[in-house]
């Protein structure tokens, strides 16, 4: 069985700098490119980044500077550190593990305001 469970997500200040976890199990993680995605209200789910199984890293335009996402193979964790957030970076933040297939965690909200 497949499970992806994201955390670090909560109520962030505008500049904060959380770090969102996810941890996979059931899955060889090594083979497969993991990403993060995020869902803001009233919009369709959007490409944050994405790492592949040689670390090669792609990330949306919008957090391109602010945002790393790595991953450690020993721990199957994917990370996103988020720097300098905006509430506009409002959103269910989700974790995908991809290869063949898309896998999918439950996400984590991660609110940006004052």
């Known amino acids: 069985q497949v499970r992806l469970v994201e955390s670090g997500g909560g109520l962030v200040q505008p500049g904060g700098s959380p770090r969102l976890s996810c941890v996979a199990s059931?899955?060889?993680?090594?083979?497969?490119?993991m990403g993060w995605y995020r869902q803001a209200p009233g919009k369709q789910r959007e490409l944050v980044a994405t790492?592949?199984?040689?670390?090669?890293?792609n990330y949306a335009d919008s957090v391109k500077g602010r945002f790393t996402i790595s991953r450690d193979n020993a721990k199957n964790t994917v990370y996103l550190q988020m720097n300098s957030l905006k509430p506009e970076d409002t959103a269910v933040y989700y974790c995908?593990?991809?290869?063949?297939?898309?896998?999918w965690g439950q996400g984590t909200q991660v609110t940006v305001s004052s």
């Open positions: 790492i592949t199984s040689g670390s090669s890293t």
């Open positions: 059931g899955i060889r993680f090594t083979l497969y490119t």
């Open positions: 995908n593990a991809r290869r063949y297939i898309d896998y």
